[in-house]
Nanobody
Framework: QVQLVESGGGLVQAGGSLRLSCAASGRTFSGYTMGWFRQASGKEREFAARISWNGISTSYADSVKGRFTISRDNAKKTVYLQMNSLKPEDTAVYYC?????????????????WGQGTQVTVSS
């Protein structure tokens, strides 16, 4: 199992940008699909983005497509989520997750390891 620690959350104004980082430790990282999920207060955890082990394949929720970009640096064992044109509805705790095997990569149940989350708040 890989250990994950998110960072980079904070308070930003609508229209602003933020980059989240997820640092991994453990025996392996490069073989995992990595995903970002978010959970707003009182809401279910929802998929935001995922990236394949080699970085070739990416997928985004419709709500963030065109605004968010997921990337990874296997040498640094880090995955990133660049968030642009932020909206108040993006306010949530953002979680990094790792999966050995995925079907769609869009459901939380597919992921094996999770970080503790980092808060992102977007003011209007």
């Amino acid at each position: 199992q890989v250990q994950l620690v998110e960072s980079g959350g904070g308070l930003v104004q609508a229209g602003g940008s933020l980059r989240l980082s997820c640092a991994a430790s453990g025996r392996t990282f490069s073989g995992y699909t990595m995903g970002w999920f978010r959970q707003a207060s009182g809401k279910e955890r929802e998929f935001a983005a995922r990236i394949s082990w080699n970085g070739i394949s990416t997928s985004y929720a419709d709500s963030v497509k065109g605004r968010f970009t997921i990337s990874r640096d296997n040498a640094k064992k880090t995955v990133y989520l660049q968030m642009n044109s932020l909206k108040p509805e993006d306010t949530a705790v953002y979680y990094c997750a790792a999966a050995r095997i995925i079907t769609s990569g869009r459901t939380a149940a597919e992921y094996d390891s999770w970080g503790q989350g980092t808060q992102v708040t977007v003011s209007s």
